[in-house]
């Protein structure tokens, strides 16, 4: 047995101590084994420790373990990079049908958070050690800003990649560009002439593209809000928008390519500089509702003709058709949307309360850039490093999908009473979170698609969702008119935020954590902070 875990604790006593015995559990010994996510064991050997261990006293074992791992002569020193010693771990059981698929979390003791039956035993207890985000994003407890100016239903928003500023778009045809320090408009962007139905900020946050319902997209530069591009070529109107990821773009270091997904069952590839169609994407046979870039090279489109299709970006190759739903599909979501949407800018793990994000690049070498932004995304992929995808449809479902490697699904997502509005993976991708028309949002374990959890206490159909950047906290919008956010490790509701005076159609955190911006029905946005 390794005497590594005897330092957490006093010297166990050499006797066997029976369960009769005055001492009571609290002093009989485990054989712990650690596994890293990707079922790497930790350390050489089993771990003896006491039933009391602590999970705090778990992960000082871990992290003693990682460093005698790295340095097994005790040599060496500040190497300059980050001490893995402050990232804080969850421990949890090896997944069985004893824990609903999903594994037992340590929350407490070992022996406060697991049955006698499943502690002492004569194998060792398995543990899957699970490294959290550094930081913490606190919760948003009240609105600090309503913002008027729409005068129309505000139907889509999104933060910049750094977080420092917000777009909407709305159904007064216009676009609004918001200064998220002074909480002031930047720039009202005119010239659709329809309801703006999307938007997406291109991953190096240079560009922002916008769509209509009379099907034109439009390219906006992000700093000026001068118009770049009018990209014309669908026959009705968009439905999504997907840019091409940034360690995928051009040596310049710039996102060039965007695709977008429209009512008239094709996908269009656009080049933003030159301004016109790359190559037009036709398979499906009803709308096209959908659209993800992954950053494998792969484009994922999901239609109301009840498939998913795969597509290669180089080419535009139909891979596979991905097939199991019985009715619309209505939302998709990439494990690795996340860092894919961030690119380059990542939070600050050394920062102190609230996470900043900022280049993580000098900004002088395009090449650097590029590279950064994928070593961030293969490190978020972990092993196997394939992407996950998960699609949910109006007839209550979802499934989980490895698209590039196989067209049968990893799991069937039942529970749902009405149709599934919108599907998210976490940002540390571990888990799925799903908005229904039944007024509760699921949570499902994001490699296995077993069930986690179901949240409710909105009173209406929860349009959209949003998680922190921590993959701790989750906001919702409902056409309650109110947004609501969870706790995912109690998976109980932690706030009730009102104040909107209609229903909530968009939500979305920024990627540094400090605020959620809302709107809706109202015609107000609405920003919320801590």
Known sequence: MNSIGLLLEQPLKKRKIEVGESDGNEQRSVAVRLFSEDGKEIGQAPVVLLASTTAE??????????????QPNGEGGDDGEFDEGTAPVQFRTVADEKSGGKGTEIVDSLLDSLPSERLFLEKPLELVCLPQAVF????????????PGHGEPVLSIQFSPDGSCLASGSGDRTVRLWDLHTNLPKQTLTGHNDWVLCIGWSPDGRALASACKSGVIRVWDARSGAQRRVLNGHQKWVNALAWQPLHEATSDAQCRLLASAGWDKTIRIWDILLG????????????VTAVRWGGCGLIY????????KVWRAEDGT?????AGHGHWINTLSLSCDYVLRVGYFSADAQSKGQPTLSPSSDGTSTEKIVNDAKQRYLKALGQPSVERLVSGSDDFTMFLWEPGEKKQPIARMTG???LVNQVQFSPDTRTIASASFDKSIKLWDGRTGAFVATLRGHVGPVYQIGWSSDSRL???????????????????LMLDLPGHGDEVFAVDWSPNGETVASGGKDRILKLWKR
């Open 301 to 308: 489109s999901g239609s109301q003709d009840r498939t998913v």
């Open 474 to 492: 989750l906001v919702s919008g409902s056409a309650d008119s109110t947004l609501k956010v969870w706790n995912i490790r109690t998976t109980k």
């Open 57 to 70: 006293q778990l992960q000082v074992l871990y992290h003693q373990l990682l460093r005698s791992e790295k």
């Open 416 to 418: 749902h009473q009405q």
């Open 276 to 287: 016109g169609t790359v190559r037009v994407l036709s398979g499906h046979t009803a709308s």
């Open 318 to 322: 139909l891979c596979r058709t991905l």
């Open 136 to 147: 913490r994003v606190r919760p948003v407890t009240r609105c600090t800003a309503s913002l």
